[in-house]
DNA sequence: GCGATTGTCTAGCAGTGCTAGAGTTTGGGC
DNA sequence: GCCCAAACTCTAGCACTGCTAGACAATCGC
């Protein structure tokens, strides 16, 4: 028996939990990681420090978690269109895949790093992978599979595929690359997969 | 004029400097850059936290930055070889970059880290870009080159190929990509760059 | 041997993630 | 309406981080 009383309590905790992933979320994206602390963090939400801890009880990783998995769910949607575009040539639709990456890449930088670089309590590439984390890797799969001319070894192909775009977006957010040239370097990519 | 004595010191200083940053380099390695601290590496030379600030005024970022620079000396003689390699097709020689690149990678993790993911105090993509960061990408652009049949936009394709060699990497390293199958990456990526 | 330069150390600041334990608010049974 | 236990939140503190000011000691050129 639930009485009124405690779902309520429930319905604040869970307002409250979102509080403090968007506030992680927002920081991360305003400052980079480095400024999301516990404390700025308690700050945000007008609590101690400790209450942040009753939420996530790994700590801070488990708050990188929380805003990773909201990205992974985005990039999901994100990457839903390009599988089937219609009255489309193959360049067209592997050109809007890794254009739609690249985008939420550029406006999401802290996300993207919560979900492929820094260190998260997930298991990727495992039978516990959650669904919607694969969901982005298999966009990638759909949309190459939806080619008029798929490529051979397509799992393979899309894990290339992903690391490569992936590697663009890092080199590039980490000041490796050149920013100019961007235009370039997506058309050569699209030109080494559908030929 | 320099006396004996000051000559004297000056090696000192070199020797020591060199000795940080093996310490560096070899808890990096070991223990992951989050166990490089400026005490635990003071403790390693035998010497005081400020010892360490004499020699790098930037501190740690500095030592991560020395630490980088000797990784792209020593991926810049790896990878030399794979420009010229006689007698081979061309997919041989795409390979044999690849394979040189993946190996480094995998020998040095910390290093590559220090190269590619770290904040480091190298300007990147730059005038004053030194010489010996540039030389891995001109491995890259040179083993394209001496292609029977090279790629049409050149630099460019070099930078794809960087970067999708690097995502691989980065996502292996990070746990986004299973262990398994690298060989056919390698492959799948080869054939993508010559058809 | 003396004096100034160089080198090195101790001690400390402000910050981090995280937690033990004290104190307060809250809610349900009477 | 009251009381007591359960749930909650806070203060204070630990051990660590990068980094630095200022006291002290060794060294070197004269």
């Not at 506030?23 to 963090?41: P, S």
């Not at 992936?166 to 080494?192: N, S, Y």
Request: charged residues 25%; without cysteine.
């Amino acid at each position: 028996m639930t009485t009124p009383a405690a779902a309520r309590r429930a319905r604040q905790l869970k307002e409250r939990r979102s509080q403090i992933v968007g506030a992680a979320r927002t920081l991360a994206e305003t400052e980079g990681w480095d400024a999301v602390t516990i404390r700025r963090l308690a700050d945000a939400i007008e609590y101690s420090q400790p209450v942040l801890y009753g939420h996530f009880p790994q700590g801070r990783t488990e708050i990188v978690t929380a805003v990773a998995l909201e990205g992974f769910e985005e990039l999901a949607t994100a990457l839903a269109p390009s599988a089937d575009v219609p009255v489309a040539s193959d360049a067209e639709r592997v050109r809007a895949l890794v254009t739609a990456y690249l985008g939420f890449a550029e406006r999401h930088p802290a996300t993207y790093d919560a979900m492929f670089l820094l260190p998260v309590l997930v298991p990727f590439a495992s039978d516990e992978t959650p669904a919607i984390v694969r969901a982005g890797f298999e966009a990638i799969e759909g949309a190459l599979h939806s080619l008029d001319d798929p490529p051979a070894d397509l799992p393979t192909t899309a894990e290339v595929l992903w690391g490569a775009v992936h590697g663009i977006v890092a080199l590039r957010r980490a000041g490796r690359f050149p920013a100019a040239h961007q235009e370039e370097r997506v058309e050569t990519l699209v030109r080494l997969v559908v030929r």
